[in-house]
């Protein structure tokens, strides 16, 4: 579903969002318009309002992000006492879901919350409601009026984009959406050459090298613990560029001349696909990204890695630059997603993925404490002189960011030759490395964006990430950094958590 992007922007009550959710209204009365339907504003009040009784049964994000809280089976027979309302045998049947029997329900507050709201609320309002974000979800698909009208509300007013993408561009996101791996296929053939896979490959090696020692170093942890932390590290499948095998779509019809109707079948075909796996091995090798996705992720479940090709390009690797630089640029990324196996989610499964305590309590209290402590730096930060960063919802993400840079730093230092590595530009090679992090997370927002980010992404925004330096004694011996500089921290307040 297209919809206001978190459930903060239905329940705050400051100015900023009251007037965002009155231009949210007009919005979907003017789909619901365009569309045909009639009596449009008082449907879209309606729809408003029972988003508004949904948002109140969600968790906040931070909630969302316990894993253990998340952790609640359930036969599928027990929906109906636990979450009475919907006709739960009807639903599972149509969602060809009548012969699991076991699930795993993430907020259950939620599922109940929601289902009583069915059996409460008009049947008329949830049709308007399930019509408005079929409408909004192909809004991009349909004649011009509705992305305008689409991109007027999502690109301006809620993410401050001046301009919608040009259409050609927005025709290329579709393929790219619906056969990725087609268009992933001819992207790594192109671009990732089997010299710079092998590039990456030593420099994962080394950081995971890097891992392993600082595990054995870390003097508060018990042998049991390190012990299963270390099994996890062994056990880590690093995928490389791009997937072992490639997604089979010779069962999805793409006709030349049906936008609409081929983004429809890739939908049911991607949602067959993923109800056709249940029961079956988990394959630990399987990618979530394509190649072309300039991303990387920690599957914690798989417990894998996926660095796709295009990540794997300037400005976070080159293959002629010093090396210094992609240790700090590329090198912390990949330290970033090794480090997600150990951060407060990551930490929780073990080597197979399996959600399994492996932790002995000290281990556990002396982590919590030292993530208490990066909470309080994350929270310190003040974007928006009425919003902060929140430490909580970002701690995962700044975890990895801490662990991966340490591991980088470390392991861009093993790599280094025995004769002496040569200034770059008039820059050390410690400061090389330092600039490479800081030039490779570069970015720029909007305030309205910006705003949007703070409240909804679980990851710090670019310029507090590099900011995390100020947590590396390396980053004060590179440039001299002294105190009452802004980049400073007292030895004290510095983290180290991995
Ligand atoms: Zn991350």
Redesign the pocket.
């Known amino acids: 579903m297209v919809e206001l992007p978190d459930r903060e922007y239905y329940l705050s009550n400051s100015e900023h969002m009251q007037n965002l959710r009155k231009q949210y209204q007009a919005h979907v009365a003017a789909m619901l318009k365009l569309a045909g339907f009639s009596d449009s504003d008082a449907r879209a009040q309606r729809i408003i309002e029972l988003e508004h009784a949904i948002a109140e049964k969600h968790w906040s994000l931070a909630e969302d992000q316990d894993v253990h809280k998340a952790n609640n089976p359930w036969k599928q027979s027990e929906f109906t006492v636990k979450a009475p309302g919907l006709e739960w045998k009807e639903f599972f049947r149509a969602a060809g879901l009548d012969k699991q029997v076991n699930f795993i329900v993430w907020q259950p507050s939620a599922i109940a919350g929601e289902s009583a709201l069915i059996a409460s609320s008009p049947i008329e309002t949830w049709k308007d409601l399930l019509s408005y974000h079929l409408i909004e979800q192909y809004g991009g698909t349909l004649p011009k009026a509705f992305a305008d009208e689409r991109f007027e509300f999502f690109g301006k007013t809620l993410f401050g984009t001046p301009q919608q993408t040009p259409r050609w561009q927005r025709a290329v996101n579709n393929v790219n959406f619906a056969l990725g791996d087609e268009v992933g296929k001819a992207y790594a053939q192109r671009y990732f050459p089997p010299e710079a896979k092998a590039q990456v490959q030593t420099m994962v090696a080394n950081i995971i090298a890097a891992f392993h020692k600082r595990i054995d170093a870390l003097n508060w942890m018990t042998a049991a613990t390190r012990a299963e932390a270390q099994a996890k590290l062994d056990a880590l499948y690093v995928g490389i560029g791009y997937p072992e095998t490639w997604e089979d779509y010779s069962g999805l019809e793409i006709k030349p001349d049906d936008i609409f109707g081929n983004l429809w079948r890739r939908n049911v075909f991607e949602y067959h696909r993923w109800v056709n796996r249940l029961g079956k091995t988990v394959d630990r090798h399987e990618w979530c990204m394509t190649p072309q996705t300039v991303n990387a992720v920690n599957l914690p479940l798989q417990n894998a890695l996926n660095f796709p090709a295009a990540i794997l390009a300037p400005p976070f690797f080159d293959p002629g630059a010093p090396y210094p630089y992609n240790y700090g640029a590329i090198g912390s990324i990949i330290g ?2 090794v480090s ?1 196996t150990f951060d407060s989610e990551g930490s929780a499964f073990d080597a197979k993925g399996a959600l399994r305590n492996w932790w002995t309590q000290a281990d556990l209290d002396h982590f919590d404490g030292s993530t208490a402590k990066l909470v309080t730096q994350y929270d310190s930060y003040h974007p928006f002189p009425d919003l902060s960063l929140n430490g909580k919802q970002t701690l995962a ?1 700044n975890i ?1 960011d801490l662990g991966g840079l340490a591991a980088a730093y470390d392991a861009y230092r093993t790599a280094l030759p025995s004769k002496p590595v040569p200034d770059q530009d008039g820059f050390t090679p410690d400061q090389q490395f330092f600039l490479g992090y800081g030039q490779s997370r570069r970015g720029k927002s909007r305030p309205a964006a910006l705003r949007q980010q703070v409240m909804t992404d679980p ?1 710090s925004p670019s310029e507090y990430r590099t900011d995390m330096v100020r947590n590396i004694d390396a980053w004060y011996q590179a440039f001299g950094v002294q105190l009452g500089e802004q980049l400073y921290l007292a030895p004290s307040d510095r983290v180290t958590i991995w």
Do not use: I, L, R, V
């Open positions: 970033h997603e997600h993400e990895a990851h």
